[in-house]
């Protein structure tokens, strides 16, 4: 089992920036690519950002390209979004995500351990 808890949601004006971050307990954090995804209201749950077991090698969404940054700290088993320019449309609840399936890296449900979410609103 691994426990993932987010924080560092709020409401920032368009432009503006924000750090999510999820910490992890329980098995070697190590082990697991991570995930950070969202879902705003009415919409279904859509893949941001990824990022492997080292840290070497990330991956984004187009929308997010050039203003999302994940990374990790495996001391620290935790895993970071970092948000620049951000716009109204990337208001969501974001989730962090341990990958646990051996399918599309890009659809929740290749995704076995889930954080609760934290809210980001973006205001214009």
């Known amino acids: 089992q691994v426990q993932l808890v987010e924080s560092g949601g709020g409401l920032v004006q368009a432009g503006g920036s924000l750090r999510l971050s999820c910490a992890a307990s329980?098995?070697?954090?190590?082990?697991?690519?991570m995930g950070w995804f969202r879902q705003a209201p009415g919409k279904e749950r859509e893949f941001v950002a990824r990022?492997?077991?080292?840290?070497?090698?990330?991956y984004y969404t187009d929308s997010v390209k050039g203003r999302f940054t994940i990374s990790r700290d495996n001391v620290r088993s935790t895993v970071y979004l970092q948000m620049n320019n951000l716009k109204p449309e990337d208001t969501a609840v974001y989730y962090c995500?341990?990958?646990?399936?051996?399918?599309?890296?890009?659809?929740?449900?290749?995704?076995?351990?889930w954080g609760q979410g934290t809210q980001v609103t973006v205001s214009s």
């Open positions: 990022i492997t077991r080292s840290g070497g090698s990330t």
């Open positions: 329980g098995r070697t954090f190590s082990r697991y690519v």
């Open positions: 995500a341990a990958e646990t399936g051996y399918g599309d890296s890009y659809y929740p449900s290749n995704y076995g351990y």
